[in-house]
């Protein structure tokens, strides 16, 4: 799986792709802060990037549904029980 971020103007601002390296997420926080997640070694869930609501128009790909207000850059983390993406297009 992949996640897409669009700018503004229907621009790509990035692909993240599942991978040996990893595998990546996103979630939208409720002050539509968009936040790029990866796992490290360990399977666990780090904060790989933050964008501001102006700076995103659209994502797709892999949704992280557990809490990340708490995580904090690549140092933060969430659980990884707590983690079970789910795949879904927001708009």
């Given at each position: 799986?992949?996640?897409?971020?669009?700018?503004?103007?229907?621009?790509?601002?990035?692909?993240?792709?599942?991978?040996?390296?990893g595998?990546?997420?996103?979630?939208?926080?409720?002050?539509?802060?968009?936040?790029?997640?990866?796992?490290?070694?360990?399977?666990?869930?780090?904060?790989?990037?933050?964008?501001?609501?102006?700076?995103?128009?659209?994502?797709?790909?892999?949704?992280?549904?557990?809490?990340?207000?708490?995580?904090?850059?690549?140092?933060?983390?969430?659980?990884?029980?707590?983690?079970?993406?789910?795949?879904?297009?927001?708009?």
């Amino acid at each position: 799986m992949a996640v897409m971020i669009y700018g503004n103007e229907s621009t790509v601002h990035g692909r993240y792709d599942d991978g040996e390296s990893g595998h990546w997420s996103y979630k939208v926080l409720s002050s539509g802060v968009l936040q790029l997640l990866t796992t490290d070694a360990e399977m666990k869930w780090l904060v790989s990037a933050e964008f501001s609501p102006s700076a995103w128009k659209k994502v797709e790909g892999t949704r992280f549904i557990a809490d990340t207000e708490r995580a904090s850059g690549a140092a933060g983390f969430a659980p990884q029980r707590a983690s079970e993406p789910r795949r879904a297009t927001v708009l």
